[in-house]
Every structure is written in structure tokens, then in C-alpha cells.
T-cell receptor
Framework: ELKVEQNPLFLSMQEGKNYTIYCNYS?????LYWYRQDPGKSLESLFV?????AVKQEGRLMASLDTKARLSTLHITAAVHDLSATYFC????????????FGTGTRLKVLA | GAVVSQHPSWVICKSGTSVKIECRSL??????MFWYRQFPKKSLMLMAT?????????EQGVEKDKFLINHASLTLSTLTVTSAHPEDSSFYIC??????????FGDGTRLSIL
């Protein structure tokens, strides 16, 4: 069974702190996507990681991909309240299909 | 600005009626569109893949007669929930795919069946 698992499922953290969200997957996909979803809203694309060792950074978020370990991380640096949202990773169902399987999601709450 | 437009954003209707949701790609021609369903506080579940000019491909467990998909043009796909019942209440999200780009998602449609 194809699985995409995220840890943790829920995260509450203080402003200014750092933390890492993990995304493990079982497909052979070499592409991984990170999205953000605010309550009642659709998904906003954050990062597209296209190859092993890819690292991308935008503001306080940094994502990396290790295709050999089938693991991606989303690192949060000096969290701020505006980062509160649910974060999803997604991978291609099979290489080249562009059909996504989404992770379980990580609900992040940053406390002021 | 929005790349994918989804309409309506929220619909409430009585049990037994059919509801149509539209998904339009605004900036590009999408040969493929996807339809997802999301339950509260849960992840997105892929329902079907909609290809322009051909029949949709449904994921295992999704009733194709219940969820009718039409992809009449390169910029429009529609999902019709036929004879909707309360258990069909959910958040439905479409996305459009353009080669070598990540999927662009619509704003979603909240469907409530009374």
C-alpha cells in the first residue's frame, strides 16, 4: 500500500522556536511537494523538490529531500504566529504520473 | 492572482438533489485536472483524474455514477454529485496540471447536504 506519513500530526510551539516536520513516503517518486492550507481554504504551494538532495528555502521555512531514505523535512526557523496552518507533503503516486498522494498533514499552531 | 477558479465556493442543498462544481484553469490549458475530497481535519483524498476529451479515471472505491466528471475543454472540468446525501457533505478541491509544474489548486467547494 502506498503511504505518505507525516510527523508530528499536531504541533504547538512558541514563537521564536525552531522545529522540523518529517514526511516519509513509500512510493518511488523522486519529486515531493509541500503545501500549506489555512482553515477553510485551499492549498498554497510552498516548495517543489525535484531531486535527491534538493534543498529550498523561503523565509522561515526550509525543505529538503532525501529520495534514498524516502524522507523530506520541513524546517521552521524562529516561528511566528502567521505560520499557523496545516502543512501537507505530497508525492507522485508513481514516477511520472503527476498524480499526488498526500501526507496525513501536520497542524501547526504557533503561540504568541 | 488565482490560477485555478472553482465555483461555487459553498453550496447547501437538500438530500436527493444533484450539485455541479466547476473548475477552470485561468492561465493555462490543463490537459489534466484532478478532483479531491477532504473531510474535516483530514488529508486530501484523490477521487479521480479528469483528462480533456476522454473519460475520467476514478480511484478505487469512488463511485463513478455518483461523481460524474466531464472535462469538456482544456480549461474546464466539472464534477457533478448526483442524488447527493448527507454523507456526501465534504470539501471538494480541484487542481489543474500543466506539464512540469506542480498542481495548482482551486479554492475548494464546501458542500453541505441537509
Amino acid at each position: 500500500e502506498l503511504k505518505v506519513e507525516q510527523n508530528p500530526l499536531f504541533l504547538s510551539m512558541q514563537e521564536g522556536k525552531n522545529y522540523t516536520i518529517y514526511c516519509n513516503y513509500s512510493t518511488t517518486s523522486d519529486r515531493l511537494y509541500w503545501y500549506r492550507q489555512d482553515p477553510g481554504k485551499s492549498l498554497e504551494s510552498l516548495f517543489v523538490l525535484l531531486s535527491n538532495g534538493a534543498v529550498k528555502q523561503e523565509g522561515r521555512l526550509m525543505a529538503s529531500l532525501d529520495t534514498k531514505a524516502r524522507l523530506s523535512t520541513l524546517h521552521i526557523t524562529a516561528a511566528v504566529h502567521d505560520l499557523s496552518a496545516t502543512y501537507f507533503c505530497a508525492v507522485d503516486k508513481a514516477s511520472g504520473t503527476y498524480k499526488y498522494i498526500f501526507g496525513t498533514g501536520t497542524r501547526l499552531k504557533v503561540l504568541a | 492572482g488565482a490560477v485555478v477558479s472553482q465555483h461555487p465556493s459553498w453550496v447547501i442543498c437538500k438530500s436527493g438533489t444533484s450539485v455541479k462544481i466547476e473548475c477552470r484553469s485561468l492561465d493555462f490549458q490543463a490537459t489534466t485536472m484532478f478532483w479531491y475530497r477532504q473531510f474535516p481535519k483530514k488529508s486530501l483524498m484523490l477521487m479521480a483524474t479528469s483528462n480533456e476529451g476522454s473519460k475520467a479515471t476514478y480511484e478505487q472505491g469512488v463511485e463513478k455514477d455518483k461523481f460524474l466528471i466531464n472535462h469538456a475543454s482544456l480549461t474546464l472540468s466539472t464534477l457533478t454529485v448526483t442524488s447527493a446525501h448527507p454523507e456526501d457533505s465534504s470539501f471538494y478541491i480541484c487542481s489543474a496540471y500543466h506539464r512540469l509544474q506542480p498542481q495548482h489548486f482551486g479554492d475548494g467547494t464546501r458542500l453541505s447536504i441537509l
